[in-house]
Each structure stands twice: as structure tokens, then as C-alpha cells.
């Protein structure tokens, strides 16, 4: 029961940390029609930048609130210097630039912070354990994670559904000559969006550092995991990221702490315990190409409202 | 017209070095380049075979190093299980990859455009982590095979110079099936399913029938290279199917020219040969090349054999 409970709350907590990166994504595909697949490097700055400013200031707090910043700088000179030519491009020529980018930015990590991954300790009130039902325990830091997103899930449903930028910025989603021949001015408006993403990437990325280690490479696998949900939910859907996210967050998380006893009831004990973090890793492929092949443009497709 | 005639001289010179290349390297004692250039032929006529798809289909195939995976597994399996005849193996590994390309492309081509991609990708993430469960064949770590592909006599693969142009001569031959099926009936349906899928389908064509077959062939080209690439190696290991190698196909693909005979070959030459001279300048030769790729895309539009086709129109 214990052990339901607490990685029942992991997977939601993975899940919301997907959605952050994913929410990011979504807008940048279905607004610019960008395909940006060095938004996991954004994902990874955020980490490093959270890792350097903390070891800094000496406060995990201001250290999170510098790294946010950090990202939210570094998204907005990468739309303005490079990505910004990119718009009404094929698909295939973001995939090569965007590719460019991961190689860039995993190399200048190399070179700045040297090729050893770093660690971003907690603070002392964030690593005790808090009981969340009688007799269940929960820490605490895994938590905040849970209300931060949430939070900032919260927050971006109200800016885009209650304001005039997240109506321009639906405008621009369903229709993107449209709203720049009414005179908004279109190019602030996607500048805008990306740091906006870059910002909740980074936003993932600061809050998943101290559980696990700051690496190169870190944002590639969050990376794909982010697209499969974006697919899944249907590009440009916020909605539809949500719910794929926090979907995508407890099969995997489930499906790692259950699958390998699962297995060892049909298979050897050997067997199972190398073939079940495969397969548990595979079920969110299987997920989504089941989707894909029942409902090729995802399950909210954004246009279609 | 002479701007055709300065993409032929480049591509003829590449072509005449490609074959000379042995040569070179027996009279300078070289050995490395030989050994550098057999993987750069076989990645080449892997991002030919993805070109097939890619250029001339509109197949946007982000899964594509899964079947380097495929035909180097069918490879590697075999010979741990004592099955060491190359006439055994390379047929294996030919059949193993079409069958996946036939499965995953009669479901993926139900999708277009993003969610191709996206599909492809997610397929061969699949294939990647299923390798990486194959505890018998080594896991993560991936599968050494210990002794090259037999030929019985016919071929010895362990002789540098032998196996190079073994590939080179798979290469070839990739090339040429693809330029005949390019100008055949066929080919000429999936180029017209290309630029107009609806009105190809209005005049009576079915229309997923010829590019699943069309997939299917590149699928089973890129098998090929996959087996020739474990030979070459003598290795084989979940990351060969990883999302960032199929990345680097594509990117030889577009860096070469799409939809040009050659370009994935000058693609592929040119790619490695910039990681190689790079990594050898310094450490951090992504640095330089990462940027290198993003002013490719924004100012070199088709690739390198477009940038010749300009060269002599200019």
C-alpha cells in the first residue's frame, strides 16, 4: 500500500515535470511551427545554470530563481539570433538546425563545466520526509516539485485562456497570417513564447537537478520523452500535453517499480529482472504508436477544437 | 547546363578517389584512412538507402538507424550462436530488416508529415530498448562478434583492403538499383506521390501500397549496411540504433543534396571526414560543428550538390 501510494506520487511528480517541458514544446510547434529539438538542451542549461548559481549565492532559492532568469535570456538570443530564420521552413531544415544546436550546447557544456556531471544539494527543510496520509511518509522536496507545477500549470491555463497575450497567442495558433495582418505584432509574439518555453524548460530542468545528477545528455532522453507526449496529446494542445504528460509519467514510473515483479511471476528470476526496464521503456512507444495508428493526429488535435 | 557539368566533375573526382583510395593508402602505409574510409562507405550507403525514402518518396524516416541495429544484431546473433556463413547472415539480416520495415511502415504510413516523423522515431526507440533487453546478446553493453562474416574462400572480410571494397561495391551496387528504380514506373509513381499524393490517388493509384514498398526496399538497402557495418567493427550495440545516429543520417542526407543520386555519398564523405579533421583540431570539435550545421541549413539550401549546381551557374 506504502509503496502504491508513494510511486503512485512519483509518477504524478514526473509527469507534471514532463508536462513543464512538454507545455514549452507544444507552443513553440504549434505557434512558429517550429520543430525545436534543442528544447532538452534548454531543459539541460537550466540544470547547469540552477547547479553554478546556487554553488554561488550559497541559496538553493535564489540559485532557482537566477537559473530561471538565466534560461528565459538564453531561449530569447537563441530565437533572436538563429531561430527566428527558421520559421515557414520545412520540418526538415529545424530538425538539421536544431540538431546543430544540441551538438553546440552539449559541447560548450563540456568545455565550461568539464565532462563530470555536477550535483545541486538540497536544503536542509526540503529533504525531511512529510506524512501525507497517517503512517505514510513523503519528502518533502518531491512535493514541492508536485505543487510547483501544478502552480505553473495553473498559471499558464489562466494566461492563455484569461489574458490578451494567451488569446493573441491561441490566435496564433489557429491562425498565423491572420493575426499579424491585424496588425499584432507577430515577431515580439514569438519571441516572447520561446522564452517562455525556454523558461519552463529550464523550469524542469533546475527542479529534476537535484534528484538526479547534472549531466551531458540529460535533455535528450527528457527530450524524445517530451515529443512522444506532445504527439500523443496532439501538437499544439496544451490540454492534450497535460494529460498525456502526467499518462506518459505513470506508465513509466509504474511500469518500472511493478512490471520486473510482475514478470518474474511467467519469467526466471534473471530473465525478468533485465527484460522489465526494457519493456517498461518500450510502453511509452507502444503507447504512443497505438495512438498514432488509432488516431493519427493525436488525441486533442489543437485545431480542432 | 555547365552547372550540371561542375556537380558531375566533383562527384566523378569523389567517386574516382573513393576507388583509389586502397591504393593510397598502400603506397603512403596509412592504415587508419582505410579503416576510416570503410565506415564512411558504409554509413554512405546508409544515407543512400534513406535517401531512397527521403528525397525521392517525401518519407521524412527518423528511425532509420534501426535497421543498422537490425542488420547488425542478424550479424552478431548468428555468429554467437556458431552460424559464422556470411550466405546465412546477410540474407538474415536482409529479410530481418525488411520484415521491420514492412510492419512499422504499414502502421506509420497511416500518419503524415510531423507525426511521420515522430512515429518512425518512436519505432526505432523501440527497437533500441528491445536490443538493450537482450540479456543473451550482451544487454547495454552490446555484442562482440569475434569472428567476420564467412564467405567460404569466395571474399575474405578481415583483409582491409578486401572488405573495403567489398562495401565499396555495395555501395555501388545501392546506387545503381536506385537510380533504375528512380527512373522506372515505379519510382516515378512515388516521386509523383511526393509532390501530389490526392491527385495521384484521383488518377487510380493506391498510393500507400507503392511507398510501403518503396520503404521497404530502403529499409532492407540500410539492413545491408547495418551487417556490413558490424563486420566492420566486429561490434554491435544498442547505441549503433540510437535517435542521435539516425539524426546523423538525415543530416548527411541534407548536407549532400536530397533527391540527388549522389549527394548522400558526398554527404556522408564530407560529414565524417569534418568529425574526423575536427576531433583532431581539438577536443571540442562540436563546437564548430553544431553552428556549422545551422549556417548550412540557413544559407545552403539543397546541400552541397546544390551549392555546385550554383557554383556553375554562377
Not at chain 1, 230 to 247: H, M, Q, Y
Not at chain 2, 79 to 94: C, R
Not at chain 2, 146 to 156: A, E, H, P, Q, T
Request: hydrophobic content about 60%; glycine content about 12%.
Amino acid at each position: 500500500m506504502l509503496l502504491v501510494v508513494e510511486q503512485f506520487l512519483n509518477g504524478l511528480q514526473f509527469g507534471l515535470l514532463l508536462f513543464l517541458l512538454a507545455a514549452g514544446l507544444t507552443l513553440v510547434f504549434g505557434i512558429m511551427d517550429l520543430v525545436n529539438l534543442a528544447h532538452g538542451s534548454l531543459y539541460m542549461m537550466g540544470a547547469y545554470f540552477a547547479a553554478t548559481f546556487a554553488a554561488w549565492t550559497g541559496s538553493f532559492l535564489l540559485g532557482a530563481l537566477l537559473a530561471l532568469g538565466a534560461t528565459l535570456v538564453l531561449g530569447i538570443v537563441l530565437e533572436v539570433s538563429a531561430l527566428r530564420h527558421l520559421y515557414g521552413r520545412d520540418h526538415l531544415d529545424h530538425v538539421l538546425a536544431t540538431f546543430g544546436l544540441i551538438l553546440f550546447f552539449n559541447e560548450a557544456v563540456r568545455l565550461i563545466w568539464g565532462p563530470a556531471g555536477l550535483a545541486l544539494p538540497l536544503p536542509a527543510w526540503l529533504t525531511v520526509p512529510v506524512p501525507i496520509l497517517p503512517g505514510i511518509h513523503y519528502p518533502a522536496y518531491r512535493l514541492a516539485i508536485i505543487i510547483v507545477a501544478l502552480l505553473v500549470a495553473l498559471l499558464l491555463y489562466l494566461g492563455v485562456m484569461r489574458t490578451r497575450i494567451g488569446m493573441l497567442i491561441r490566435a496564433g495558433a489557429s491562425n498565423r497570417e491572420m493575426i499579424g495582418a491585424l496588425g499584432i505584432n507577430i515577431k515580439l509574439l514569438y519571441t516572447l513564447v520561446f522564452g517562455l518555453g525556454a523558461a519552463l524548460a529550464g523550469l524542469a530542468g533546475l527542479m529534476q537537478a537535484p534528484i538526479l545528477t547534472v549531466q551531458i545528455g540529460m535533455g535528450e532522453n527528457i527530450l524524445i520523452l517530451a515529443f512522444v507526449i506532445i504527439v500523443i496529446g496532439g501538437i499544439g494542445s496544451i490540454r492534450g500535453a497535460f494529460l498525456a504528460a502526467i499518462f506518459v509519467g505513470m506508465i513509466d514510473t509504474l511500469g518500472r517499480a511493478f512490471l520486473p515483479n510482475l514478470l518474474r511471476q511467467v519469467l526466471s528470476g534473471a530473465a525478468a529482472s533485465t527484460a522489465a526496464p526494457a519493456l517498461s521503456s518500450m510502453l511509452i512507444y507502444l503507447l504512443m504508436a497505438i495512438v498514432l495508428v488509432v488516431r493519427p493526429e493525436g488525441l486533442f488535435p489543437a485545431h480542432r477544437r | 547546363m555547365k552547372g550540371l557539368s561542375v556537380s558531375k566533375a566533383v562527384t566523378a573526382l569523389m567517386l574516382a578517389g573513393l576507388v583509389l583510395l586502397p591504393l593510397y593508402s598502400y603506397l603512403s602505409g596509412n592504415i587508419f584512412i582505410l579503416t576510416l574510409f570503410t565506415r564512411i562507405v558504409i554509413l554512405a550507403l546508409a544515407a543512400a538507402s534513406l535517401n531512397l525514402i527521403m528525397g525521392f518518396g517525401g518519407m521524412m524516416s527518423f528511425g532509420h538507424a534501426a535497421y543498422l541495429g537490425i542488420g547488425g544484431y542478424a550479424v552478431g546473433m548468428l555468429a554467437q550462436e556458431g552460424v559464422g556463413s556470411g550466405f546465412i547472415q546477410f540474407p538474415v539480416a536482409l529479410a530481418a530488416s525488411a520484415i521491420y520495415a514492412l510492419v512499422i511502415g504499414a502502421l506509420s504510413l497511416r500518419t503524415r508529415g510531423v507525426y511521420f516523423i515522430m512515429i518512425t522515431l518512436a519505432f526505432a526507440q523501440m527497437a533500441y530498448y528491445v536490443a538493450s533487453g537482450l540479456a543473451r546478446y550482451g544487454g547495454d553493453d552490446g555484442l562482440t562478434v569475434y569472428k567476420r562474416s564467412d564467405f567460404s574462400g569466395l571474399i575474405n572480410l578481415s583483409n582491409r583492403t578486401q572488405f573495403y571494397y567489398l562495401c565499396l561495391a555495395c555501395l555501388f551496387g545501392v546506387i545503381f538499383l536506385i537510380w533504375r528504380i528512380v527512373n522506372s514506373r515505379f519510382g516515378l509513381v512515388v516521386q509523383g506521390l511526393r509532390s501530389n499524393e490526392q491527385r495521384m490517388q484521383a488518377i487510380g493509384f493506391p498510393a500507400k501500397r507503392y511507398q510501403l514498398v518503396c520503404f521497404v526496399i530502403s529499409g532492407t538497402m540500410c539492413g545491408l549496411a547495418g551487417a556490413l557495418l558490424a563486420n566492420n567493427t566486429d561490434f554491435v550495440s544498442p547505441a549503433v540504433m540510437y535517435w542521435t545516429r539516425s539524426g546523423d543520417l538525415m543530416v548527411m542526407v541534407i548536407l549532400g543534396g536530397m533527391g540527388t543520386l549522389f549527394g548522400p555519398v558526398m554527404g556522408a564523405v564530407v560529414y565524417l571526414l569534418l568529425e574526423e579533421f575536427l576531433s583532431q583540431i581539438t577536443e571540442y570539435w562540436a563546437l564548430i560543428m553544431g553552428p556549422l550545421l545551422l549556417l548550412i541549413v540557413l544559407f545552403g539550401r539543397g546541400g552541397i550538390m546544390g551549392l555546385l549546381g550554383r557554383i556553375g551557374r554562377g
